[in-house]
Nanobody, 121 residues
């Protein structure tokens, strides 16, 4: 089994910062990518940022220059540093790991439970 635990969400004023963390545990053989997605009420889930095993990263245009994704491979943990937060960043944030479990050959997606981020004055 693979288990993902997120932390770090909350309520913050516009212009503030938050740091999300997501730690994976279990029978992990290899991680190909780690990412953060978000879903606002009435909207589809969208990619926020992703980091690959090569350390390359991609960001949604709406968060470029404000959000930074990073990873600690030794801890199987991915982080999302969110600065200059805006009300439109309000959403449930989900972490995602694309990985191969021990004993398997095909990578699969695993999701965190989601953490609420609310940006409001």
């Amino acid at each position: 089994q693979v288990h993902l635990v997120e932390s770090g969400g909350g309520l913050v004023q516009p212009g503030g910062s938050l740091r999300l963390s997501c730690a994976a545990s279990g029978s992990i053989f290899k991680i190909y990518a780690m990412g953060w997605y978000r879903q606002a009420p009435g909207k589809q889930r969208e990619l926020v940022a992703i980091i690959f095993s090569s350390r390359s990263t991609n960001y949604a245009d709406s968060v470029k220059g404000r959000f930074t994704i990073s990873a600690d491979n030794a801890k199987n943990t991915v982080y999302l540093q969110m600065n200059s937060l805006k009300p439109e960043d309000t959403a449930v944030y989900y972490c995602n790991f694309f990985l191969i479990k021990v004993g398997l050959t095909t990578p699969e997606d695993y999701w965190g439970q989601g953490t609420q981020v609310t940006v409001s004055s």
